[in-house]
């Protein structure tokens, strides 16, 4: 029996399709061709600050036990990819560039640089390929091959998530869930599963949107509990089928290797200059030489920064973007506030008649009280006053796949 590695990547379109359900696809195919997948299926999320990304940016990968050989493998899931592009998702009409690999499974540990550099930066092509040549790995298709391959460098130490899947006729149906069931589901297995209720909208997070194939998706750190959920939440419908994955998402991989530069993700520690909210409520941070950008949307964190003074030192955690009006900005997701300068307020001193406020009398001539009038002499009171935040992290509420939560640091 021979031993490869699979990846595939880019079989999503607006009309419906995505890659991983290609992949549930390709999985019952296997099982009848008698290729024999080892572990779970691997689903790996890549630079989400990639512009040209596909909607999850997601390629998925597998381990396989087959008497096939290698040519006879591509062969065979290309075959599967180009009737998925053309009949499913008609993704060739948008411009998808579907891509497969295949490899000898010893070909993973010399991958991990790869897919270490597609988490977090850009990748081209002609990259790519030289690496396929250099090791030893057959590829076809497009610019697909980029995510197939970083995914066969995915050690497969993350998280888990169950994908559920909708019978092709309900595809343009509006999705519904009881989102008592999936509260009562996330209150009983927290923290073994995440990011599955906004409770501050209260608004399901595991709904997909759109005509693509997916019902809801279920995370978390394990796939008993994900099986569980499956069978206690209320949908308007019955899932044709489902997939549990191994993943990267929920373990902040993008930023391991930080970079300052446009579409890599950057951390840093900063030293507040100044902080503004602009018109509508997004708020502008500037320290040292960065700029950063955070959106309103982002609840929590946008509250938290508005509160930083000059003189606050914070890590940041984000998206470098290009910014005609900056140069770059950073887009965070998540800033850690190291240390808060003192905040003072200065106050004109109490009358020592009334004890009623004061104001100036006028330039060296002392301070009138506003109640009684008597006229004195004092200083300005200068006292220490409590800040609105504290030491610690702050999050987005919207997370990203690869944002790690808080409570898993």
């Known amino acids: 029996m021979n031993m490869y590695v699979i990846g595939v990547d880019d079989h999503d379109s607006p009309e419906g399709g995505c890659t991983t359900h290609f992949s549930s696809l390709l999985l019952k195919e296997f099982n009848k061709a008698n290729v024999r997948v080892v572990g779970y299926p691997r689903l790996t999320r890549l630079n989400p600050n990639i512009p040209w990304k596909t909607r999850g ?5 597998f381990v396989v036990e087959t008497e096939r050989d290698q040519a006879e493998l591509l062969e065979m899931v290309w075959s599967e990819s180009m009737n998925y592009v053309e009949r499913v998702s008609r993704g060739l009409l948008y411009k998808r560039s579907p891509g497969v690999s295949v490899g000898k499974v010893e070909v993973m540990g010399e991958l991990e640089h790869l897919y270490w550099k597609a988490v977090s930066d850009v990748v081209t092509l002609d990259y790519v390929k030289n690496v396929s040549e250099r090791l030893g790995i057959l590829t076809t298709g497009g610019r697909g091959v980029i995510g197939s391959m970083a995914s066969m460098g995915f050690s497969g130490n993350g998280t888990y998530e169950l994908v559920t899947y909708r019978a092709q006729e309900n595809w343009g149906r509006r999705r519904e869930l009881d989102l008592s069931s999936l509260i009562e589901y996330d209150e009983r297995y927290f923290p073994r599963v995440y990011a599955n209720v906004d409770y501050v909208d209260m608004e399901p997070l595991v709904l997909s949107h759109g005509r693509d194939p997916v019902l809801f998706g279920l995370r978390g750190t394990d796939p008993v509990a994900l099986v569980e959920g499956m069978k206690r939440l209320k949908v308007n419908e019955e899932a044709e089928s489902y997939v549990v994955f191994v993943t990267n998402q929920g373990t902040d991989h993008h930023f391991r290797n930080p970079k300052l530069r446009p579409y890599s993700s950057f951390v840093g520690e900063v030293t507040v200059n100044s902080v503004r909210v602009e018109r509508g409520g997004d708020c502008v941070v500037i320290g040292d030489d960065l700029v950063m950008l955070v959106y309103k949307e982002t609840g929590e964190l946008n509250r938290a920064v508005r509160e930083l003074l000059p003189g606050d030192r914070i890590r940041v955690y984000g998206a470098v973007k290009p910014s005609v009006r900056y140069g770059v900005v950073i887009e965070p997701e998540k800033v850690e506030i190291l240390n808060l300068v003192p905040k003072v307020e200065v106050n004109n001193p109490r009358c020592p008649i009334c004890g009623g406020s004061s104001e100036s009398a006028g330039k060296g001539k002392g301070f009138r009280c506003r109640r009684c ?22 999050q987005t509420r919207k997370y990203r796949h690869l944002t790690k939560p808080i409570f898993y640091e």
């Open 373 to 394: 009038g008597h006229r004195f002499a004092g200083e300005k009171v200068v006292r220490e006053v409590e800040r609105g935040i504290s030491l610690g992290v702050f």
């Open 57 to 61: 940016n997601a390629s998925v990968s």
